[in-house]
């Protein structure tokens, strides 16, 4: 981060004491943002890249990338960020690539990611933000699977699906299906959701668009994929070995599963 490093280190450090004063709070947290936003990919790592990208926008029926946060701190037994830190769709050349890098390493620094992070007692500094870039999902169908059902507990899975990709979603700018599973039964209850929207990628952009009539009228997810996907979530369950919030997608009849989290709200009210 060149000459802005200490003067980060420093900034942070106010940010780690117990703030008083709102306003002067986001003060510091707009300044410190704005640092890491003007941070440049060293020449190694832009190199690297760079390569990997092309490689992987070739090889990518969408012609695109998505680029994902995923902090050292994120995720684990004990903390969740869901939500909190950035994820851009749609890469689709180099300029914008390295924009997307740097805007995920911002993240790591916004106003939400560190009030939840200073309750949770967890270090503000170092920046230990990673980046994940993955091949872009033509996505027909995408949602979240829970493979312990926040209200009925353990023995159920559910599942919430939309048509298209998922930012909806997880937005809540849409009402999805929702499906809930029994594990040992196999039984499944389902919700048609209203669906009234979805986002698809329309020539090299993504825009939100209106369903039609038949599209918000029927399940986004059949019998037979629901049977599938579900036994891919419980595999990666039984793997990670705990609960976990998993993102999917579903593109010509294939399930691709994005990004999985543990589920760390069992048996805790107390929000966070």
């Known amino acids: 981060m060149s000459g802005d490093s200490d003067k980060l280190g420093d900034l942070v450090a106010g940010l780690e004491e ?10 510091l947290v707009e300044e410190v943002n704005q640092i ?3 941070t440049t990919v060293p020449d190694n790592v832009h190199d690297v890249l760079e ?3 092309l ?23 004990g903390a969740s960020a869901a939500g909190q830190f950035s994820t851009f ?3 689709r050349n180099k300029d914008a690539l390295m924009s997307a890098v740097t805007s995920c390493w911002a993240s790591f620094y916004t106003d939400r990611s560190i009030r939840y992070r200073k309750r949770r007692g967890i270090p503000l500094w170092p920046p230990q933000m990673g980046v994940i870039i993955q091949k872009q999902v033509s996505a027909d169908v995408s949602g979240i699977a829970f493979t312990s059902h926040p209200q009925r507990g353990a023995e159920w899975l559910a599942v919430e699906s939309s048509w298209g990709f998922g930012e909806p979603i997880v937005g809540g700018r849409v009402t999805p299906d929702l499906f809930e599973v029994n594990k040992r039964t196999g ?3 389902s919700r048609c959701g209203s669906k009234r929207n979805k986002v698809i990628v329309k020539g090299e ?16 997810i059949s019998p037979e994929a629901l049977d599938l996907l579900c036994g891919e979530c419980l595999r990666v369950e039984a793997s990670l070995g705990s609960p976990q919030d998993i993102e999917f997608s579903l ?3 294939l399930i691709f599963l994005l990004q999985s989290r543990p589920i760390t709200t069992i048996g805790d009210n107390s929000g966070g």
């Open 36 to 38: 890491m936003l003007r």
């Open 55 to 77: 490689d992987l926008v070739n090889n990518a029926r969408s012609g695109a990338v998505v680029v994902r946060s995923s902090a050292a701190v994120e995720d684990s037994s």
């Open 51 to 53: 390569k990997q990208f």
């Open 18 to 27: 117990t703030a008083t004063d709102a306003s002067e709070f986001r003060a």
């Open 251 to 253: 593109s010509g009849g």
């Open 187 to 189: 039984e499944v209850v």
């Open 89 to 91: 769709l749609n890469i």
């Open 205 to 220: 952009d993504m825009v939100e668009v209106e369903t039609g009539v038949e599209e918000r009228s029927r399940l986004s």
